[in-house]
Structures are given as C-alpha cells and as structure tokens.
C-alpha cells in the first residue's frame, strides 16, 4: 500500500515536472546570502521589538512616502526610501480590564493583546486602523501627513476609538481580507468570538450589508485570502468588488469535503433588498478558480489551496491581472503552482450560466430556466438601462433567484489554461507573491517575486511559447532576505521605487528588485542573466528604460527571451579587467589538488580541458580526475598531470573561457622534508631562505575552513599539518609570485585547493 502510494507520486512529481513544464531552471542564475545582500548595499532590516511583528499586516503608502506596519500592541509608520531611517511609532495596546477579561474568558496571555490586523487608506488625512483588542475588536483612525520627519503626522484619533466588530477578527490568527473603496470598508472575516460566523461585510457610514447568516451555500468555512475593487466600465456604479478565498465543498454524498479556491464579487453599490435580503447582498456570486496540469489519462492534478493572490494594475484599471499561487491538498504529493487569470475570463464565467441544483444532495447541474430581470449580479447602474437607481427596487423575484444561486457553472480557467510556474521539488513551501510588470527590449515581462519558509525571495520570470504551448521559467535571483530562516509573511512591491518590503516575524527587509551590475561586467554575462530590468549599455549591465523615457535612447544589448549572447555580444571586445584570469597551482606527487573554478552563474556548466602546445583536448572525468561543482579535483598526481588547464563555461549555448591554470607538480619527497625540516634550505625550491612568512593573502577564513572540510572530506585527518603544508607551499608560491612579477601581473598564486576569485568579480558561495 504504502509502496504503492509513494511510487504513484513519484512518479505524478516525475510526470509534473518533465512532461508539462518545458524548461525550468532548477539553479537561479544568482544565489545571495543575506550577508552579502548586505555587503552589496541592496538591503536594509527594520526589527521591531520581541514578539511586536507576530501576526502584523503591512500597507504601502506611496503618497505618505511611509510603509505603515501593524504589530502587537503597536503600529509603526517607517520611511519607504530607507525603513531604517528613524521612524513614527504608535502605541496602541489593550487596557487592563480588556486584558483581564481576556484571561477569565480561558484565552492565553499572548492572544490578549491588540493585533493590528487591518490598515487602510481612508481618506486623506486619515487612516483606518482596526485590531483584536484581547478579543473585543477595536478600531480607530490614525491622522497622518507628509512633510520633513520631525512634523510629520503619526497620531491615534484616542478619542474616537470604535468597535471592530464586523471589521476585523476577534483572533489574531483569524484570516482577513480587507479594502476600502469610498470611504466604506469591504470585508471577508470570521466575525464572532467562536470563529462560526464567516461573512463578506460591507461597513458603510451607516449602514451594513452583509452574506446570509449561517448560508453555507454561499460560504462554508472559508479562509480569505485577498480581495480588490476592479470597474467594470467607466460607470462607477457598475464597480465592483472581488474577494478570492478557498472554501470547502461537500461532495453529493455530503461527506469527503474537498477544498476548492473561489473568486466572489458583489456590487460596490449593493443597497440588499426591500423586503427581502434586508441587509443582505443581492449580487453576491462566486465561481470556482482552477489552477491545475492535465494529467496522462484525462486526470488532472488540480492546486486547490490558494495560498496568495496578486492584483496586478495596469493602465486599464477594468483588466489587471490575476496571479495566484496555489498549493495541492493532497496528503500524498506536495507542490507549488502559479496561475495566472485575466478579467475577461473571469466576467465570462460570471456572465455565464447559473449553477443548478435541487437538492443539496443532487450534482450541480447548468440551470437552463429562465433567468429573472436585471439578471442577479448585475449592479443598478446606466448601463444595465438605467431602470433602478439601486438594488432595493428588484423584484423579489430577482432576490429570490439572487439568494438561491450564488454559484456560476462555469469555472474560471487559468491563461494558457495551465500554471505558469510549478514547484514539485518539495522541502520548502511557498508563502507570498507580488508581481512587477517590466517593459523590456523585446516584450512586457511580469516578474514574479515569491516569498518561501525559509526566508527566500526568488525572482522568476515565465516565458510562453506559443508554437510548443509551453512555458519556460527562468530563475533569475534567489535571495536570502533574513540572517536566518524564517516564513515569509508579506512581499509588497514598490515599482516606483523599485523596493520590494518583505516581512517576516523576524522584521522587515527593504530589497532593491534588481542590482544588475552582479551579473558581471561582460556583455555575455548580462545577456545570459535574461532579467528584463538590466541591459548591457556598452560599458557596465545596468537598469534598462525603454527608449523614449530618458533623452537619447542609448546603445542597449538585452534578449531576455531568448538570452542569446552570441547574436548580442559578437564582436564586442573584452575589455582589459574582463580578461581571463591565470593562475599557478602547486600539487604535490602522489598527493591531490583541486583546480577551482566556479562560474558566478550557477546555470553554467564547466568543461575543463588541458592545453598540448596550440590544441585543447577535454579532460575526461576518471578515477583520478573528477569534476566536482567547486573545480577540477585531481587525486594521486602525476608528474606527467603537469600543464594548462582551462576551465570554460556553457550557458545557454554561449562559451566562455573563465580561467587558464598552470598546474606545476612538486616531488613528494620535497614537500615532506620541507615539512619536518623548516630550516633546511632546499636548493630546488627558489629563495627559501626569507624569514618565515604568514597567511596573509588566502581569501578569506571561511574559504579556508572550507579547504579544511574537503581535505577531511577526501580523506586527509591530519588538519594541523595539512594547514602547515599549505603554508609552505603558500610561502614558496608567495617567493616564486615576487620572482614572476614583471611577467604577468594577473597571475593568481594559491597554495594546493586555496581557491582566488576571478579577477572579475565577486564570487557567491551557494547556501551561506
Ligand atoms: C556600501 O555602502 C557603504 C557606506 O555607504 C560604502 O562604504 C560601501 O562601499 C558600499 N558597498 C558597496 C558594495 O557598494
Ligand atoms: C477623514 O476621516 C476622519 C475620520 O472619520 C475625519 O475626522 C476627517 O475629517 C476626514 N478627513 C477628510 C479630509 O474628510
Ligand atoms: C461615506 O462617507 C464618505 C465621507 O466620509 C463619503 O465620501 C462617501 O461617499 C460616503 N459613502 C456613502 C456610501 O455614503
Ligand atoms: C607514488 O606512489 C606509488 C605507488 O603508490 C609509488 O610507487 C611511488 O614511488 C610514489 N612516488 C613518490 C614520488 O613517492
Ligand atoms: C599529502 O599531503 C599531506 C600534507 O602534506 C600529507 O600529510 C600526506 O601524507 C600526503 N599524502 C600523500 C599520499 O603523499
């Protein structure tokens, strides 16, 4: 049984990957560590005080110029330009009684706090603030202004503090989906102290509409997970307002309840019913979101569990962009898929058929009757004739109808009607999405940047080709966004200034979405990285505009499509600095070393070959030479290993020439009595009469631990002497280097493995 369990989804994870997703990457082309995202200037980390950041929300507020965070207790008001800079702070905790009463009620002493769960724009000079209030919801207004740090505004409105209830959750792990749209607050929440109640709120300045109390056919046990106003047409009153959430359904037998992601949409105007729906909507609709890959024999693998979903605005503001991301329920197979949607789509399935059925333990079944006027769903507007100046006036004909169908039929299907990025590797999971759409040389692109567990950003792109139907994605960047792993809980997307926010429990990290100058100084270098912010400008790779936005449009090699660097780059010289690097390697008879070579992109394969006079020939991997993912490893060396050895590199079908090692081959009997006997001069080995020397040139400590570890790794326990052996060896090279000097001043002497960078550029060690 069990067997045959794990062989089916091996072999649905082998299939998932191979046979639907043309290409993939499984490397990014960059890998940085937190430390070096730090080195680079490319990020700064806001830490809030222990335990503020549990369960905190975000908002971006462009026109402040502030990311707004609500914590525990707390809310912060932080500089977008650089969220260390000094900052506004806002306590805002439960009084003592609420605390009191918290406790009595049997609830632990750390959910008996004010989460701020809900930060909005409300309106000018005001934000909306709402939190637990140690489960009594409480909400109030924040004044806030621009202006320089010391008189700019970050102020709790004390004085009209209200209830939340309706507003926000009484849990601080209760799920919420929030927007304010005209001063009135939409919302999707558990609204009572049991968690029983799910309802679609509207909170207006005095008024309320809301889902039918205990209606399961409208909502049954929903998580929320986002939603967003989106017109329909250039008549506000047909705008309308869409949540996105995952419920369960009940299968006809009433029992096996699977998950599955819905989008739902009331009317922004909604007024509910007369005599009917008093309160209630009377355009609410929902449909199902389907995320899933066609399977071998007509069985598909659907992602159900919605985990995040993305708005993407454009300059339409009635079609955005719909980006969710999606995980399986199965207990068997765990994966990661990304679907995108588009607003046509979506209004098909709503305009579509209603979804029929006459018992609850019947199938849903097309409803082929006759549909009541205006149609349920649409809004009192102009453009549905003009008849009703708002929905109170519908017949109850209409509200019945509107209450008893709140399914379509038709399911939403994805673009291409498949995701757009899988992740079947299993071992991490996805948490967050924001997307960026960037107009390249070739194309608009949308950059996804998404947030995993272990404090990973990766930044992707996906590539459609339309003649294969197959997607192509490219990994650009993964970036290791806190010191230590951690769920990340929140990406939000500055595309003006180009700053990603993300959050964890840990703080929030501020990131620049591109730093194109890592990829390398080579036009091939930043060819391949096919990042559709960076170009080759002829001199550096830098932040690609489109021609037209600044001045002169300047000579720009970019092919993010295709990352074509021959085309691009032929004929462009290599610069002095972009030459290959040299460097000269001692290995000892009998002993083994390693040429190291590591090309920056980690999508590049090596092939190593060794020079005889003009000719190259490939160095074939064998018991005794063997390509490891850090360079060339040689065991038991020969005197007759002794030559040029060249590292190339291939990606993408461009080939390049990364280093020329000399590889010089030292007698073993040599080294050991260089060994035991320090002082004796060896007349073999140049001017080692100097006084004794240090270790001062190897590249850094953690490179030299590492040395360390491979030598145990291969075999070698005696670290002390292994240690000694390289300073030795480091001693002559450092003679031999002052001797060879004149020669060539890029040649790069290391002792044994000791590994150099090239000249380049900085190197990125994966995983540190
Ligand atoms: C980072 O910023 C510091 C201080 O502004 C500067 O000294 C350093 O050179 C910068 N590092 C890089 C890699 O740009
Ligand atoms: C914004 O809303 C707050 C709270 O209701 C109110 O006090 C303030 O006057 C409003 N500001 C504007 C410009 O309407
Ligand atoms: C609610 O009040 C705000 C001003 O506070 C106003 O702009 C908005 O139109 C009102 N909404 C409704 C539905 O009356
Ligand atoms: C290297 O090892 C081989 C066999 O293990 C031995 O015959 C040879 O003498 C050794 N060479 C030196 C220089 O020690
Ligand atoms: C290789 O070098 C190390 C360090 O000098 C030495 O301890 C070891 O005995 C050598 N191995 C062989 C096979 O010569």
Known sequence: MAWGVWTFTLCLVFWISSATQSTKSVYPRLRLSHKELWELNRTWVFQAGEGRLQQYTMLLDETQERLIIGGKDVLYSLNLERITAP?????????????????????????????IK?????????????????????????????????????RLESDHIESGRGRVPFHPNSPLASTVYRGELFVGLYTDYWENDAALYRLGNHSFIRTEVGDRQQLNEPKFVGSAVIPDNDDPADDKVYYFFTERVADVEGGNKAVYTRVARVCANDQGGQRMLVNRWSSFLKTRLICSVAGPNGIDTHFDELEDVFVLRKKDEKNPEIFGLFSTTSAVFKGYAVCMYNMDDIRAAFNGPFAH????????????????????????????????????????????????????????????????????????????LAVDRVEAEDGHYNVLFIGTDNSVVLKMITIYNKEADTVEEVLLEELQVFKVPVPITEILISTKRQQLYVGSELGVTQIRVHQCGLYGSACADCCLARDPY?????????????????????????????????????????????????????????????????????????????????????????????????GLLLLRI?????????????????????LRVTLEVLEEGKVEALLHKPEEEDSDLPHRAAPPCSFPSLPSTSSKLWYKDFMQLIGYSNFQRVEQ??????????????????MTPKWRLTAGGEQRARARAPRHTPGQ
């Open 534 to 630: 960076c170009a080759w400008d002829g001199f550096t790779c830098s932040r690609y505009y489109p021609a037209g936005l600044y001045t002169k449009r300047r000579f720009r090699r970019q092919d993010v499509r295709h990352g074509n660097a021959v085309q691009q780059c032929n004929g462009l010289q290599l610069s002095e600095e972009q030459s290959i690097s040299e460097k000269l390697v001692y290995g000892v008879e009998n002993n083994s070393t390693l040429l190291e070579c590591r090309p920056r992109s980690l999508q590049a394969s090596v092939t190593w070959y060794i020079e005889h006079g003009l000719d190259m020939e490939e160095v074939k991997s064998d018991d005794r030479m063997i390509q490891t993912p850090h």
């Open 357 to 432: 059925r006459e018992r609850t333990d019947h199938h849903w079944k097309v409803y082929d009757g006759k549909v009541p006027y205006p149609r349920p769903g649409s809004c009192a507007s102009k453009i549905n004739g003009g008849h009703f100046s708002s929905s109170k006036e519908y017949s109850d004909e209409v509200l019945r109808f509107a209450r008893s169908h709140p399914l379509m039929f038709q399911a939403v299907q994805p673009v291409h009607r498949r995701p757009i990025l899988l992740d079947t590797e299993g071992g991490r999971k996805l948490t967050q």
């Open 118 to 154: 809900l930060v909005q724009h409300y309106n000018s000079t005001h934000l909306l603030a709402c939190g637990t209030g140690a489960f009594s919801p409480v909400c109030a207004y924040i004044r806030v202004s621009r202006g320089a740090e010391q008189e700019r505004e970050f």
């Open 638 to 658: 020969m005197k007759s290993d002794a030559g040029v050895y060249v590292c190339q590199s291939t990606e993408h079908g461009f080939i390049q020439t990364l």
């Open 87 to 115: 900052h506004k702070r806002i306590v805002w905790s439960s009084s003592q009684e609420q605390v009191e009463d918290c406790l009595m009620q049997g609830r632990e002493k750390p959910e008996c706090a004010n989460y």
């Open 725 to 742: 052996y390289c300073e030795k060896v480091w001693c002559v090279a450092d003679r031999k280097r002052k001797k060879l000097k004149g």
